[in-house]
């Protein structure tokens, strides 16, 4: 079948992936959450990986019990890493299921208030996403308490059949999760399956292996012996933090390029971790080169501004026009998706949350509307396919 050589059987009206047997994968907005079943049966546990953005908390417990039953919890939530985009709901979740939080320890001074991560680097260019990354959230959320390292012998608790791996260099404690039993392998914003960088890209769904976001990466060697060591494990289904799970052929010629030629097709070609890295160990970070300010930087912050407001207001004559069409939906079928998506300015603007807070929260802010898209991509399975395989 064509679609098994590229892309994965999609719920498109859930945003939801069903990546592997076991796996199911949410897209919020622009990045992916993973369900992981441990063990089958009734009393079979389960993680979630990665906690997606600020706001999406009420999202994740809802397709949590539409899996696994009512009031169903997990035994642990796992991180690849704790950019903001991957712990947004994590201490609301965490505390709302009282369950223990894992990370590898060189991530933990970032998600226990000890150390901000690097600064990103807008000079990197190749796109509005980039431009504007000067304004995502620099600041380390505080989990202190619930957050624990990974055990030390790539075990993952609660997972038996799975492994973890070191994959550093995008962020210094970054971790994928792998499955031998059918190569199918998590791997966080090690590698990517969109061009991070563009924000037209972010509005399609087109797959492609690509490296790790480079504004974001403050370590290129790391990154690259990662995808080395991610091309050697020959998986056979991708699930990166961003864009849609792949698999088959093409993915693996895909990745194969990918490590071989990574100076030529991750690394950006200017910006200021690209001859240096930031220098980062069990305190968080130790030094930072030096930014790369020019007035080409200055004037990309006000591109990247400019994009910010004429995205927003796309997305919001672009709702208006979907909310006609889907005034009948259901709560459930809120989610955010092609007006929310555009809107960027979730970015900007992820607040800070206090533990009172959290309590007090009765749940994320209601989306208005729930317009499916089809991107064109004849790789893309719809849900009214007969080879839809998911739930
Ligand atoms: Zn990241």
């Known amino acids: 079948m064509e679609h098994s050589t590229r892309t994965l059987t999609v719920d498109k009206k859930e945003n939801l992936y069903a990546v592997a047997d076991g796996v199911t994968g949410m897209k919020i907005i622009f990045v992916n959450v993973y369900f992981v079943r441990g063990s089958e049966g009734?009393?079979?546990?389960?993680?979630?990986?990665?906690?997606?953005?600020?706001?999406?908390?009420?999202?994740?417990?809802?397709?949590?019990?539409?899996?696994?039953?009512?009031?169903?919890?997990?035994?642990?939530?796992?991180?690849?890493?704790?950019?903001?985009?991957?712990?947004?709901?994590?201490?609301e979740l965490a505390l709302e299921w009282n369950v223990p939080i894992y990370a590898n320890h060189l991530e933990i001074p970032?998600?226990?208030?000890?150390?901000?991560?690097?600064?990103?680097?807008?000079?990197?260019?190749?796109?509005?996403?980039?431009?504007?990354?000067?304004?995502?959230?620099?600041?380390?959320?505080?989990?202190?308490?619930?957050?624990?390292p990974l055990p030390t012998d790539g075990s993952v608790p609660g997972l038996p059949e799975w492994r973890w791996f070191h994959t550093p260099g995008h962020s210094p404690g970054h971790v994928s999760f792998f499955r031998e039993r059918d190569r199918t392998l998590i791997v966080g914003d090690a590698v990517v399956t969109r061009k991070p960088e563009s924000a037209?890209?972010?509005?399609?769904?087109?797959?492609?292996?690509?490296?790790?976001?480079?504004?974001?990466?403050?370590?290129?060697?790391?990154?690259?012996?990662?995808?080395?060591?991610?091309?050697?494990?020959?998986?056979?289904?991708?699930?990166?933090?961003?864009?849609?799970?792949?698999?088959?052929?093409?993915?693996?010629?895909?990745?194969?390029?990918?490590?071989?030629?990574?100076?030529?097709?991750?690394?950006?070609?200017?910006?200021?971790?690209?001859?240096?890295?930031?220098?980062?160990?069990?305190?968080?970070?130790?030094?930072?080169?030096?930014?790369?300010?020019?007035p080409a930087t200055k004037a990309l912050k006000i591109a990247g501004l400019i994009t910010v407001a004429g995205l927003a207001a796309f997305a919001i004559s672009r709702r208006k026009k979907n909310n006609k069409a889907n005034s009948a939906e259901s709560p459930l079928d809120n989610h955010p998706y092609y007006g929310e998506e555009m809107n960027l300015s979730v970015y900007g603007e992820i607040p800070e949350v206090e533990d009172n807070e959290l309590l007090r929260r009765s749940g994320p802010?209601?989306?208005?509307?729930?317009?499916?898209?089809?991107?064109?991509?004849?790789?893309?399975?719809r849900p009214d396919s007969p080879s839809n395989e998911y739930p």
Not at 216 to 231: G, K
Not at 365 to 381: C, L, M, T, V, W
């Open 42 to 91: 009734p009393s079979g546990n389960w993680v979630l990986v990665d906690a997606g953005l600020y706001g999406s908390a009420q999202r994740i417990k809802k397709v949590a019990e539409a899996h696994f039953g009512k009031d169903a919890r997990p035994s642990a939530i796992i991180l690849t890493h704790g950019h903001f985009d991957h712990v947004g709901a994590l201490k």
């Open 110 to 148: 970032y998600l226990t208030g000890l150390s901000s991560y690097p600064p990103p680097d807008p000079s990197v260019g190749g796109g509005a996403m980039a431009y504007m990354s000067f304004m995502y959230p620099k600041k380390p959320i505080n989990v202190g308490g619930l957050v624990q």
């Open 200 to 294: 037209l890209a972010v509005l399609t769904d087109d797959p492609e292996i690509c490296g790790p976001p480079t504004y974001f990466t403050p370590d290129w060697a790391a990154a690259r012996q990662s995808v080395e060591a991610i091309a050697a494990l020959q998986p056979n289904v991708i699930a990166s933090g961003h864009g849609v799970p792949m698999r088959g052929e093409r993915m693996r010629d895909e990745l194969e390029e990918l490590a071989k030629y990574f100076d030529q097709l991750a690394v950006p070609t200017h910006g200021r971790y690209v001859n240096q890295p930031a220098v980062m160990n069990e305190q968080g970070v130790i030094s930072v080169p030096d930014a790369v300010s020019t």
């Open 365 to 381: 802010k209601q989306h208005e509307n729930s317009a499916q898209r089809y991107p064109g991509n004849r790789d893309f399975i």
